[in-house]
């Protein structure tokens, strides 16, 4: 059960990159520990390259890089030097063409550098996520009063420790010409649309990632090889379209849970580093299909 739970919460770092219609975004990630010195921020950066192989059947690369400060001020029983700085790369390499006329098939293999790099990079560093997903898109016909989308997959994810794929479902309707909503991972939102260039959101979304320590620390006897940041955060999120593909958005809000912990080869909780809930902040720009 433990590693079940620890998948939900490490699927949203595959599910995050598995939208193909952003091709690029430069973003800021922002969380102070509550009533502490300690903080997260994140800068990352992600581009994706679409090739039309044939008609509807398109090969995507790209890539994704993360770089995590934890910024620890406070006092802790160990050295915590080592893991300060977190960086995570991925290479996606996905393939999507169409079933039938009501039915897309993408697949998508992601393999993955997550570790502190204070040494030199070996395969506890390597992890690879993948999966595949069916999508019946609705959203472009004007035949039908509510447009919507549809996902179901098959996720794998190395992280977790889960030894075979994890389902998965993911449901946008567009309820009218200034309404919509999505229910899924690892985001649920309701949307109102104001015009052709704003739009405000209330969200309920999940966030975090999880890495290896290449200098592993011990505490109180036990050794500490990965380190996992989990978090389910709620609240308003703006975009802005400066032009039609172009968005400058917002997220801000406040988390519902936090998880920030060191862990053992076996993924279980070593020493949590925070766990009380804090502001929450998201910004970037990002250029979509």
């Given at each position: 059960?433990?590693?079940?739970?620890?998948?939900?919460?490490?699927?949203?770092?595959?599910?995050?990159?598995?939208?193909?219609?952003?091709?690029?975004?430069?973003?800021?990630?922002?969380?102070?520990?509550?009533?502490?010195?300690?903080?997260?921020?994140?800068?990352?950066?992600?581009?994706?390259?679409?090739?039309?192989?044939?008609?509807?059947?398109?090969?995507?690369?790209?890539?994704?890089?993360?770089?995590?400060?934890?910024?620890?001020?406070?006092?802790?029983?160990?050295?915590?030097?080592?893991?300060?700085?977190?960086?995570?790369?991925?290479?996606?390499l996905a393939y999507t063409h169409k079933l039938n006329e009501i039915w897309r098939v993408a697949y998508k293999v992601t393999p993955r550098l997550a570790s502190t790099l204070t040494e030199k990079i070996?395969?506890?560093?390597?992890?690879?996520?993948?999966?595949?997903?069916?999508?019946?898109?609705?959203?472009?016909?004007?035949?039908?009063?509510?447009?919507?989308?549809?996902?179901?997959?098959?996720?794998?994810?190395?992280?977790?420790?889960?030894?075979?794929?994890?389902?998965?479902?993911?449901?946008?309707?567009?309820?009218?010409?200034?309404?919509?909503?999505?229910?899924?991972?690892?985001?649920?939102?309701?949307?109102?649309?104001?015009?052709?260039?704003?739009?405000?959101?209330?969200?309920?979304?999940?966030?975090?990632?999880?890495?290896?320590?290449?200098?592993?620390?011990s505490i109180q006897g036990n050794q500490v090889d990965n380190i996992s940041l989990s978090v389910v955060v709620a609240g308003l999120g703006y975009e802005y379209l400066l032009t039609k593909y172009l968005?400058?958005?917002?997220?801000?809000?406040?988390?519902?849970?936090?998880?920030?912990?060191?862990?053992?080869?076996?993924?279980?909780?070593?020493?949590?580093?925070?766990?009380?809930?804090?502001?929450?902040?998201?910004?970037?720009?990002?250029?979509?299909?």
């Amino acid at each position: 059960m433990k590693k079940l739970i620890l998948f939900v919460f490490l699927l949203m770092s595959f599910l995050s990159n598995a939208q193909l219609t952003d091709l690029a975004r430069l973003e800021y990630s922002f969380i102070p520990k509550n009533k502490s010195d300690d903080q997260y921020t994140r800068i990352r950066a992600l581009v994706n390259y679409p090739v039309e192989v044939k008609e509807d059947t398109y090969f995507l690369i790209g890539a994704e890089y993360n770089n995590i400060f934890l910024n620890l001020n406070d006092t802790y029983p160990f050295d915590t030097s080592s893991l300060e700085n977190i960086t995570v790369i991925d290479l996606n390499l996905a393939y999507t063409h169409k079933l039938n006329e009501i039915w897309r098939v993408a697949y998508k293999v992601t393999p993955r550098l997550a570790s502190t790099l204070t040494e030199k990079i070996t395969s506890k560093d390597l992890f690879l996520n993948g999966g595949v997903f069916f999508i019946k898109d609705r959203t472009k016909l004007t035949t039908i009063r509510k447009p919507y989308r549809l996902i179901l997959g098959l996720t794998y994810n190395t992280t977790a420790g889960i030894p075979f794929p994890l389902p998965l479902i993911s449901y946008f309707s567009q309820i009218n010409e200034n309404w919509s909503y999505t229910v899924g991972v690892p985001k649920m939102n309701v949307k109102y649309r104001f015009d052709e260039k704003k739009n405000l959101q209330a969200f309920v979304g999940l966030d975090g990632y999880y890495a290896h320590l290449q200098r592993p620390t011990s505490i109180q006897g036990n050794q500490v090889d990965n380190i996992s940041l989990s978090v389910v955060v709620a609240g308003l999120g703006y975009e802005y379209l400066l032009t039609k593909y172009l968005v400058l958005y917002t997220y801000a809000g406040y988390t519902l849970r936090l998880n920030n912990v060191l862990r053992n080869e076996e993924r279980e909780n070593v020493f949590t580093l925070d766990d009380v809930n804090s502001f929450y902040l998201r910004t970037g720009i990002k250029f979509r299909l």
